[in-house]
């Protein structure tokens, strides 16, 4: 049998993900939600399991928009203007994160970010291409081929793995959790020194810090792990399974009987929202709310009946506006038992 170019690159490059499984990639972005942000810049390193690195890409990324405030990612407005568009680099992005565990710290945002600018690109694209197929005569311009919305075969996110191993951030960011794992890091904290960096070094020094919290991750315990098919866009453009997206759009057939009382059961209707320091999957926990026709929303508001969360002290996010509010705190453990609790009433009634 005759080997094709196509085939030598594929074995080629199926060689290149078995020498190097892993891929890192950090972010900056203009803003915190991929449907309203930009990204700005992109990191990326793959490497193997002696942490040994493989490939390196770093772009500034020109979104064609305002790239926000300077000291959010490093980069000023003259520097983005003459980064590259997404859609030169959007190819490279495919072939390093293309059948790789992905590694990412908060990957809703980071994850999504990518999805957005991939499928912005792609949506560009087709639009130039019909366009282009609606000319007549000699003359017409080449197809634009841009890629594919990149298909890593897991992904791995380091800020919702240290939270389902119980570990305690009092600041969420990777420096401040490498810190917590003992890994060689400065603090997050700003400094006037580092703000002089350029910021191909900084992203570059978080991605290489991020190779080394997934190892000590892996290390302390289980590693939360998903995969693309299992994850879609919210109203934000952040990348979240399924059931929590769908969760927020099923319809309440019972009115809410407002706040849940400390000590007491739960009721059909109740509002719930789940904090992101909880050990156990939010996604179960959502199920379980939604099976006992509880309502889950992702915001707190003045309707919202209790909040599940294991910290106890040193609230901080949805907690600390919780307990300001005067809205209950319960634990994952305590609120499946109150959940299964519901259960057990609704089983003794009909009997």
Known sequence: MTMTNGDTEQDARAAEVTEFPYVTVTTQASG???????????????FNEDGEIGEEFHAVLNPGSDPGPRHY?????????????????????????????????????????????????MNAAA??????????????RRRQRVGHVPKPAAIVDT???????????????????????????ESPVATVERARLPEHETTRELNDMLIDVYFALRDNGELCITTPAELRADRFGLQRSHVRVDAVEVPRPHPNPGTHIAGGNLKRGMEVVIAPEVETDPDVLIEAALKAQLVYSEKLTRTTSLVVCNETSD????????????????????????????????QNQRS
């Not at 639009?127 to 017409?140: F, Q, T």
């Not at 609230?315 to 959940?339: C, N, Q, S, W, Y």
């Open 32 to 46: 915190i939600h991929p449907s309203t942000a930009r990204l700005v810049a992109v990191d990326v390193l793959t």
């Open 73 to 121: 990612h490093g980069l000023s407005h003259e520097e983005v203007a003459e980064g590259q568009r997404f859609s030169q680099v959007l190819r490279t992005l495919d072939r390093l994160l293309d059948d790789r565990t992905l590694i990412v710290h908060n990957a809703p945002r980071v994850w999504g970010f990518i999805v957005s600018e991939a499928r912005r690109t």
């Open 127 to 140: 639009r130039s291409n019909r366009s282009r197929g609606r000319g007549r005569g000699r003359g017409r």
């Open 159 to 185: 800020l919702a793995t240290a939270r389902r191993q119980r570990i305690v951030l009092e600041d969420t960011r990777l420096a401040a959790l490498a810190l917590v794992l003992k890994v060689d890091a």
């Open 315 to 346: 609230l901080r996010g949805k907690a600390m506006h919780a307990a300001r509010k005067g809205i209950p705190l319960l634990t994952d453990a305590e609120f499946l038992a109150a959940v299964a609790k519901m259960g057990t009433k609704s």
